[in-house]
Structures are given as structure tokens and as C-alpha cells.
């Protein structure tokens, strides 16, 4: 659960600054959670890789598009379909697959259920098509995943691999992706006067993708999944 900490209740309803300084700890708690790579086995970084493609690779097109049928204003659409363009354009996707593939990672049918329940959370989650919060969701998702480059690229160097294009690619350009979402965000909110205070949850979405990332980067806790799943 992430702690009800930020304090969002100032005179213009729409101002982002709390809540987006809320979600840049979360995602600093995240990443000093994560295991030091050379302490991990083969198997453990084979199984990071693979959870986090089998979530990235078919999702975040899919929870990208939510964000843009949930949104209503004008800026929110602009910002969403240029990342939507992009990750079209420039085939995201097999940029994802080409990265596992070459780390000899490839998720497996034990991969996909090892993330199955916190993935059908998040689904839910987006299929109520709460536009704030899901674009809040984004947010947070592009911040994280520009930030976890490094460490995924050195799985896969660990693993053997060369390729190192999505890491690259997604170190850069979701750094700007991130800001352009918090603006979206801001504008959303201001247009629907959505206030981002705790009592309207804005953080929900945050919380379900969290537990799946959580679910991807901790292997001992995404094999007991694994184990409950196939006794
Ligand atoms: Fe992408």
C-alpha cells in the first residue's frame, strides 16, 4: 500500500507538484528495493526479463490507448497520441521481443502466470476507464520504466546479450514521456476539476501497477505465485 502521505490540498485543485514528487519516491523506494544484479542467479534475471516482457511487450499499448478513451481534454488527447505514435511507429513492441529474445528470455507460460493475478488487477483497473487516474497510472509506469533501464539493460549484458536498443530507446525518450503525461494529467484534472487530494484516490492505479511491478522484480515472491498457481 502506498502511505497516504502527500499532502494535496492546495488552493489550485489542479496543481500536480505534490503528487507527482508522491510518485517519484514511490518509484525510489521501488528501484532501492530492487536485488543487485551480480547477486542474482542466471535464472532470477532470466525470470525479471521475462516477467517484465510478458507485462510490457502486449500491455502498455493497450493501457496507453485506455488513457487516451478515458481522457476528455484536448491537451491530455495531444499528449497521449504522440506516445501512442511513437510506440506504434517505431514497433515498442518488438523492440521489447527482440531484447528477451536475444537475453535467451522469452516469458514462458510460467512467466505469464507467475504475473497473471496483479495483471488481471490492473485490467480492471483499466477497463472502468477512470481518465486522472489512469493517466496518473502512466505516469508513473514511464517514470519507472525510464529509470529501470540501466538495471534491466545489465540483466540482459549479465545474460549474455548485445542488444541493447529498448533499454537505450526507453531510457531517453520516456523521461520527456513523463513530463508530457503529468501535463496531461494536470490539464485533466483542471478540465474535469478533478480535486487530487487523498479522498478521491487518485493514487488507485498507481497502487495495482506497483503490485505487478513488484510482482516482475522480486523473484522469490513472483515464485511462490508460481508455485501456488501450479499446485
Ligand atoms: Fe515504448
Known amino acids: 500500500m502506498i502511505p497516504e502521505s502527500f499532502d494535496l490540498l492546495t488552493p489550485n485543485r489542479s496543481d500536480i ?40 511487450e502486449g500491455n502498455f499499448i493497450y493501457w496507453m490507448t485506455s488513457a487516451y478513451l ?6 491530455a488527447h495531444a499528449i497521449i497520441q504522440d506516445n501512442l505514435l511513437e510506440e506504434v511507429r517505431d514497433n515498442h513492441p518488438g523492440m521489447m521481443r527482440k531484447f528477451a529474445m536475444a537475453a535467451d528470455a522469452f516469458p514462458t507460460d510460467s512467466d505469464a502466470l507467475a504475473v497473471h493475478r496483479n495483471l488481471h488487477n490492473v485490467r480492471l483497473f483499466v477497463g472502468r476507464l477512470s481518465g486522472v487516474k489512469i493517466l496518473l497510472m502512466m505516469a508513473f509506469f ?27 530507446v526507453h531510457g531517453v525518450c520516456d523521461v520527456a514521456h513523463t513530463q508530457g ?19 478521491t484516490n487518485p493514487l488507485e492505479g498507481v ?19 508460481h508455485l501456488q498457481v501450479n499446485r
Do not use: K
Open 17 to 56: 507538484a505534490p503528487i507527482q514528487a508522491h510518485i517519484e519516491v514511490t518509484i525510489d523506494d521501488l528501484l532501492a528495493s530492487l536485488r543487485r544484479p551480480e547477486r542474482l542467479s542466471p535464472e532470477e534475471r532470466r525470470g525479471i526479463i521475462a516477467r517484465y516482457t510478458s507485462v510490457l
Open 70 to 75: 478515458s481522457a476528455r481534454s484536448t491537451a
Open 142 to 168: 514511464e517514470g519507472f520504466i525510464s529509470r529501470f533501464m540501466p538495471y534491466l539493460a545489465e540483466l540482459g549484458r549479465r545474460q549474455g546479450s548485445a542488444e541493447q536498443e529498448y533499454t537505450e
Open 181 to 199: 503525461l503529468f501535463r496531461a494529467l494536470e490539464a485533466e484534472a483542471a478540465l474535469m476539476d478533478y480535486p487530487l487530494t487523498p479522498a
Open 207 to 225: 497502487e495495482v501497477l506497483l503490485a505487478l511491478i513488484q510482482n516482475i522484480v522480486h523473484p522469490r515472491i513472483a515464485d511462490q505465485i
